[in-house]
């Protein structure tokens, strides 16, 4: 049976507060580590990402699965605080994408990359 939109969205919320929680010790009798649940939580993101309609809102999204991807690539490496700190800015955008929140330019990067805030 496939999950809808919903089951996905609660299971990747539930898996964001648990890695976050525990990462990268996670209790022994899960039998399991950062780089398991960080995959698990890409495959709800990317399940969401394939449903997603192309709107504004689905940028949330895009930027939350940059960002996990980005946190797996910490813990591999060994730097946990780096990936407790992207994990935790994914699921600030994860929610954002979950409320419906539309994403706002806050800065203009000019051709020779200069960066001004707006």
Known sequence: MKRSVRDISASAADRFSYIIVYAPDFPSEDQTNADQQCGRLLDDLRELESRAAETPKKQWLLLTLT?????????REGDVSAASSLLQSAEGHFKAYLSGKRAKASFIAGPDGTIEQT
């Open 67 to 75: 960002e996990v991807e980005q946190a797996r690539l910490a813990f």
